[in-house]
């Protein structure tokens, strides 16, 4: 999705806003770039506690800049890091990596994402999504007064129905995690190559899961006028179709050339005889640790006292997930509410019961 010259004139006008920002860590390490939009949980007051952008570790300057200028957006930005990696912990709740956060490193995911593998492609993709997400969400509802709603690709109304409401304006919201997530990704080498496509996958998944979003107004909840506007889903239906993207993810090569300025590295697919990636398909070109076992050096914490599946034959049953080391059992006594009765009008009363489960955990 490339950026519109009408985007470049809205983003023109941001510029004057202040100099005092929320931002979130990219995650930058001193011994080698970490490439990542993770934000740490150092960082959970973002939305909140506004700090200065230079106080920030590892911002590179176009960020910097951004920070400075964009002011009001900012606790957006930082709402949509964290949305996309909550988002990343709830799809790999039940597989061997779980998109588990370090505490106290800049780098969250710890070496994890040091490696171009599927799961880095996600969380480039995820975080990108929920960038683009919560800003757009923010210009709708009013809470960033500098954007506000779509009124550029609405169309003829349809039959029964008008135009109305507040259509969320995906592009800009796109626009905005391009110009910032995209900004540490200039380097001329295939992992710059590969976040670049991911990223921009991760935010093209609005654009593919927009809405039309109607409600009726009537006399006694009749239907005589229909408004509508393009809404977006809720974030857990982009979170479901980004990991079907993971899952069918696309491995590639690494090619470099030789040009003008130099050495340049590109990506190309790896097996010809499958359907080659579309921008919308995410990428990766090195394969993943199994996570099996503990790992400083990959970031893998193992899977020991994992909670699995007796029941299940997929990757969160107790074969899978424990790695063939088996399993241990035992139960856990649980107070739930039982035998609840609703009583006119207008309560319901129930009694508390005491269940006992048998809980799983690997060897």
Not at 214 to 239: A, Y
Not at 270 to 279: A, G, L, S, V
Not at 287 to 303: K, V
Request: charge should be positive.
């Amino acid at each position: 999705m490339k950026i519109a010259s009408e985007g470049r004139r809205i983003i023109a006008r941001m510029s004057r806003v202040n100099q005092v920002c929320t931002c979130f860590d990219s995650q930058r390490k001193t011994r080698k770039p970490q490439r990542s939009l993770a934000v740490g949980h150092q960082y959970s007051s973002l939305s909140t506690q506004p700090i200065l952008c230079s106080s920030i570790p590892g911002l590179v300057p176009k960020q910097l800049r951004f920070c400075r200028n964009y002011v009001e957006i900012m606790p957006s930005v930082a709402e949509g890091v964290k949305i996309g990696i909550q988002e990343c912990q709830h799809q790999f709740r039940g597989r061997r990596w779980n998109c588990t956060t370090v505490n106290d490193n800049l780098a969250i995911f710890g070496p994890v994402l040091d490696k171009a593998t599927r799961e880095s492609a996600f969380v480039h993709a995820i975080a990108s999504a929920g960038v683009a997400f919560a800003v757009t969400r923010a210009c709708a509802d009013g809470s960033a007064t500098i954007c506000g709603c779509d009124t550029r690709h609405k169309g003829p109304p349809g039959e029964g129905w008008k135009w109305g409401g507040c259509s969320e304006d995906v592009d800009f919201g796109g626009m905005v995690s391009r110009e910032f997530a995209d900004a540490r990704e200039n380097r001329p080498d295939a992992r710059s190559a590969m976040n670049r496509h991911n990223n921009e996958a991760g935010r093209m998944s609005l654009n593919d899961n927009i809405f039309l979003k109607c409600k009726c107004h009537g006399l006694s909840g009749s239907c005589e006028v229909k408004t509508c506007w393009w809404s977006q889903p809720d974030f857990r239906v982009i979170g479901d179709y980004m990991k079907d993207k993971y899952d069918s993810a696309s491995e590639m090569v690494v090619e470099k050339h030789k040009e003008s300025r130099g050495w340049v590295e590109t990506l190309r697919p790896r097996y010809n005889y499958f359907k080659p990636p579309t921008e919308r398909d995410l990428v990766y070109y090195e394969g993943s640790p199994n996570f099996c076992d503990p790992n400083a050096e990959t970031g893998s914490f193992g899977t020991r006292d994992r909670i699995c599946n007796l029941t299940s034959h997929g990757i969160d049953g107790c074969d899978l997930l424990c790695c063939g080391r088996g399993h241990n059992t035992r139960t856990e006594r649980r107070k739930e509410k039982c035998h609840c009765i609703f009583h006119w009008c207008c309560y319901v009363s129930c009694q508390e019961c005491v269940k006992v489960y048998d809980v799983h955990t690997c060897k």
